[in-house]
């Protein structure tokens, strides 16, 4: 069973674009990772400094591997969690058993 987790976070006012701006340059990486099934950043039609991040590992050492990685603490960690006024995470198991 593949473990999920959704991040939602909101951005501080005026920090919208920046925290776009990593999340774009990060997104590759984050999807090239070997447990990495799937990663997606999308933004809140309705409020636009609201991002949710929806991210499929194939296990929970999948995200383990990935708040380890470098990316994750420069840019994550270092850069884009001070733009954020809140910040909320969600794990799941998914259904499927093949997923």
């Known amino acids: ?3 999920v987790v959704i991040a939602t976070w909101k951005a501080k006012p005026g920090a919208r674009d920046k925290v776009i701006r990593v999340l774009e ?3 590759p990486g984050n999807r090239g990772e070997p447990k990495t099934l799937h990663f997606q950043a999308q ?6 400094d ?3 991040l929806y ?3 194939t296990d929970p050492s999948g995200y383990e591997d990935h708040r380890a990685t470098e990316a994750f603490r420069t840019r994550v960690l270092g ?3 001070e733009l ?3 910040r909320k995470l969600e794990t799941f198991t998914t ?3 093949d997923q």
């Open 1 to 3: 069973m593949g473990h």
């Open 25 to 27: 340059e990060m997104t």
């Open 84 to 86: 954020l006024a809140d």
């Open 79 to 81: 850069e884009a969690i």
């Open 95 to 97: 259904i499927d058993p």
């Open 55 to 57: 991210e499929h590992y």
């Open 43 to 48: 933004v809140s039609t309705s409020d636009p």
């Open 50 to 52: 609201t991002i949710v």
